[in-house]
């Protein structure tokens, strides 16, 4: 299963972005999408989660900023992101948990995109 994200770059204080995240490849179904984000010198954490009936859970630092959202038929998870501030700069990393035709479980990472937020 690959993740290909996109939708990072360079915004102004204040402005939007919106990533995407396109699943592909053996999916038989997809639980759980996510978005993590990693700043320099700093431990990956958790953005924003939607389930498979759309329950979200958004970090702290995002709410009411950050919306989260999901087209189970494309297989893709989108982050709108609104009033960036500059220490949401950082590489933007989507997750999805599901499982295989075959059976078997995954949990598979895209290959981040960078979001800078600077004026």
């Known amino acids: 299963v690959q993740l290909q994200a996109s939708g990072g770059g360079l915004v102004q204080p204040g402005g939007s972005l919106r990533l995407s995240c396109v699943a592909s490849g053996s999916i038989f179904s997809v639980n759980d999408m996510g978005w993590y984000r990693q700043a320099p010198g700093k431990q990956r954490e958790l953005v924003a989660i939607?389930?498979?009936?759309?329950?979200?859970n958004y970090a702290d630092s995002v709410k009411g900023r950050f919306t989260i959202s999901r087209d189970n038929v494309k297989r893709t998870a989108y982050l709108q992101m609104n009033s960036l501030k500059p220490e949401d700069t950082a590489v933007y990393h989507c997750?999805?948990?599901?499982?295989?035709?075959?059976?078997?479980?995954?949990?598979?990472w895209g290959q981040g995109t960078l979001v800078t937020v600077s004026s």
């Open positions: 997750n999805a948990v599901g499982r295989s035709y075959k059976g078997t479980p995954f949990n598979s």
């Open positions: 939607i389930t498979s009936t759309g329950i979200r």
